[in-house]
């Protein structure tokens, strides 16, 4: 017994070192776990290549970044040449800091206060010899306004008419002021009781009660506005061409399979028998025509009515005195100056981000309409053509009367825009000073502001709501 177990111990150990010695020969592991050993091979080489491809790609990134941060920097450097050849005596009316102090280099930089009240900025420190060297030869004019910001405006958002890029501007001014937003608290997250009139109830509620601004989807009814704001609120809209309203209401929900309509020219066909879809156009969308008078719809009207009635004209009188300006799309830039100059804010309140929300490309866009097509919809529409005619012409007035001084600040919104929109575009975690001119003070991008630029409505609302309820919350502890 105990013989057979020595034995059988020491056969069992050099079975045991045999097959080791075959599992470890590689010989033997190649031909046992070829399909094995062929994987994982592969997944170690791909590895490798990964690990490698992405060190080369985040170099050449970096290197990439670098290449755009110069080019912008010589962009720069030309605009402001070229600008400095422009004969800037011309536009010195009232304003207090002159080309000659600035030459004389008599002009030391202050640092200049921020409404916002926010930051400091010296636009000379910490910035590049061109920044710099920029600074100081730039002509500096700038002069805090001595009107005081209005901070309470109720803004209509009428729905496809690019009120989504106008709304963000109001957001982001709202939260960096620390103002009050009225948020929807009822079923619907981003209107008010859409497509009735605001209900009571349908605002998330705020300590005191009172909103300072209005920019979700919420039919335009006064009452609401004076119950629920300060009652020196600025009211303002939007509104596009109707035509092109149209075109996206289609588009926007599909009217044109639903209309079973010519699919190579469904405008068309739709205009040129608009009576005929006028029973299914009417109870389609809600029980409420989407093609018909939509904006003026959502500027409280009667969509079913014709400019002409007697209850429209009576609503027309009304609205252009409570809101007087209106936006108009085809002319965002100079809709956006003209509603800074109203309410008395800085050129960095208005920027927005270019890349356009909710921007839709569809084939019949840009399809050519029948003259009767286009008559057709001018009666079938008339009061958005009405208002829209009015809210156009009456932009235009503002900018005439603003003159040549009024075309210089255009032209300086468009630049600074496009230099924001391409430093955050190209440099988001980066920072962008901007000496200060005579229409806007100094004050430098950074990650914070690239952020909120393009910050989507539904995180806006969370970080207000979080602010509101905690103001509240804050509140009720206190008493
Ligand atoms: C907003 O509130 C914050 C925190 O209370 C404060 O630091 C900031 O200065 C305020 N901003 C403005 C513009 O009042
Ligand atoms: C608005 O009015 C201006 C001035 O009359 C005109 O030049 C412009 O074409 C109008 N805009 C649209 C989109 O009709
Ligand atoms: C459905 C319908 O009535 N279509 C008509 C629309 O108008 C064009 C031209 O006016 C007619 O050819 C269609 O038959």
């Given at each position: 017994m105990?013989?057979?177990?020595?034995y059988?111990?020491?056969?069992?150990?050099?079975?045991?070192?045999?097959?080791?010695?075959?599992?470890?020969?590689?010989?033997?592991?190649?031909k046992?776990n070829?399909?094995?050993?062929?994987?994982?091979?592969?997944?170690?080489?791909?590895?490798?290549?990964?690990?490698?491809?992405?060190?080369?790609?985040?170099e050449?990134?970096e290197?990439r970044q670098k290449?755009?941060?110069?080019?912008r920097?010589?962009a720069?450097?030309s605009?402001?040449?070229?600008?400095?050849?422009?004969?800037?005596?011309?536009?010195?009316?009232?304003?207090?800091?002159?080309?000659?102090?600035?030459?004389?280099?008599?002009?030391?930089?202050?640092?200049?206060?921020?409404l916002?009240?926010?930051?400091?900025?010296?636009?000379?420190?910490?910035r590049?010899?061109l920044?710099?060297?920029?600074?100081q030869?730039?002509?500096?004019?700038?002069?805090?306004?001595?009107?005081k910001?209005?901070?309470?405006v109720?803004f209509?958002?009428?729905?496809?008419?690019?009120?989504?890029?106008?709304?963000?501007?109001?957001?982001?001014y709202?939260?960096?002021?620390?103002?009050?937003?009225?948020?929807?608290?009822?079923?619907?997250?981003?209107?008010?009781?859409?497509?009735n009139f605001?209900a009571?109830?349908?605002?998330?509620?705020?300590?005191g009660?009172?909103?300072?601004?209005?920019?979700?989807?919420?039919?335009?009814?006064?009452?609401?506005?004076?119950?629920?704001?300060?009652?020196?609120?600025a009211?303002?809209?939007?509104?596009?061409?109707?035509?092109?309203?149209l075109?996206?209401?289609f588009?926007?929900?599909?009217?044109?399979?639903?209309?079973?309509?010519?699919?190579?020219?469904?405008?068309?066909?739709f205009?040129e028998?608009?009576?005929?879809?006028?029973?299914?156009?009417s109870?389609?969308?809600?029980?409420?025509?989407?093609?018909?008078?939509?904006?003026?719809?959502?500027?409280g009207?009667?969509?079913?009515?014709?400019?002409?009635?007697?209850?429209?004209?009576?609503?027309?009188?009304?609205?252009k005195?409570?809101?007087p300006?209106?936006?108009?799309?085809?002319?965002?830039?100079?809709?956006?100056?003209?509603?800074?100059?109203s309410?008395?804010?800085?050129?960095?309140d208005i920027?927005?981000d270019?890349?356009?929300?909710?921007?839709?490309?569809?084939?019949y866009?840009?399809?050519?309409?029948?003259?009767?097509?286009?008559?057709?919809?001018?009666?079938w529409?008339?009061?958005d053509?009405?208002?829209?005619?009015?809210?156009?012409?009456?932009?235009?007035?503002?900018?005439e009367?603003?003159g040549?001084?009024?075309?210089?600040?255009l032209?300086?919104?468009?630049?600074?825009?496009?230099?924001?929109?391409?430093?955050c575009?190209?440099?988001?975690?980066g920072?962008?000073s901007?000496?200060?001119?005579?229409?806007?003070?100094?004050?430098?991008v950074?990650?914070?502001?690239?952020k909120?630029l393009r910050?989507?409505?539904?995180?806006?609302?969370?970080?207000?709501?979080?602010?509101?309820?905690?103001k509240?919350r804050?509140?009720?502890?206190?008493?």
């Amino acid at each position: 017994m105990r013989r057979l177990n020595w034995y059988s111990c020491v056969r069992l150990l050099y079975r045991i070192k045999d097959s080791l010695a075959s599992i470890t020969s590689h010989r033997h592991l190649w031909k046992t776990n070829r399909p094995l050993l062929v994987l994982l091979g592969g997944m170690v080489l791909l590895l490798a290549l990964y690990t490698y491809l992405l060190l080369i790609i985040e170099e050449k990134y970096e290197e990439r970044q670098k290449l755009m941060v110069a080019i912008r920097n010589m962009a720069d450097a030309s605009v402001l040449n070229n600008q400095r050849t422009l004969p800037m005596d011309e536009h010195k009316n009232g304003w207090s800091q002159t080309v000659g102090r600035a030459q004389q280099g008599a002009f030391t930089h202050q640092p200049t206060r921020d409404l916002s009240g926010l930051r400091h900025v010296n636009p000379i420190s910490g910035r590049s010899d061109l920044a710099a060297k920029r600074s100081q030869t730039a002509v500096m004019e700038w002069q805090t306004p001595t009107c005081k910001p209005k901070q309470n405006v109720a803004f209509i958002k009428v729905h496809k008419a690019g009120s989504t890029t106008v709304q963000s501007v109001f957001l982001r001014y709202g939260y960096s002021h620390n103002l009050t937003v009225m948020l929807p608290g009822g079923k619907n997250p981003a209107s008010f009781s859409w497509p009735n009139f605001p209900a009571p109830g349908d605002a998330y509620p705020v300590s005191g009660g009172v909103y300072n601004i209005l920019t979700h989807h919420a039919r335009y009814h006064p009452e609401t506005i004076r119950a629920r704001m300060p009652p020196d609120t600025a009211r303002v809209a939007i509104m596009r061409h109707p035509l092109d309203h149209l075109k996206s209401m289609f588009n926007f929900i599909h009217l044109n399979t639903k209309y079973k309509l010519d699919p190579l020219n469904p405008i068309q066909m739709f205009l040129e028998n608009v009576t005929d879809y006028a029973e299914i156009d009417s109870k389609f969308y809600d029980g409420r025509s989407p093609t018909r008078n939509f904006q003026s719809y959502v500027l409280g009207f009667d969509q079913r009515k014709d400019f002409g009635d007697e209850e429209v004209e009576q609503h027309f009188r009304e609205i252009k005195t409570d809101v007087p300006f209106v936006m108009i799309l085809e002319h965002l830039d100079e809709s956006l100056i003209v509603l800074k100059r109203s309410m008395c804010w800085v050129m960095k309140d208005i920027l927005y981000d270019w890349t356009a929300r909710n921007y839709r490309r569809f084939y019949y866009k840009s399809s050519s309409l029948s003259q009767l097509a286009m008559e057709n919809h001018r009666k079938w529409s008339s009061i958005d053509y009405a208002l829209y005619e009015h809210y156009n012409r009456t932009l235009w007035e503002e900018v005439e009367k603003g003159g040549e001084d009024f075309a210089s600040e255009l032209e300086h919104f468009r630049t600074m825009n496009s230099n924001v929109n391409e430093h955050c575009r190209i440099d988001p975690k980066g920072r962008k000073s901007f000496s200060a001119t005579r229409w806007s003070m100094a004050w430098t991008v950074d990650a914070t502001f690239c952020k909120q630029l393009r910050q989507e409505r539904f995180i806006w609302d969370w970080k207000l709501s979080m602010r509101q309820n905690e103001k509240i919350r804050r509140e009720k502890l206190d008493t």
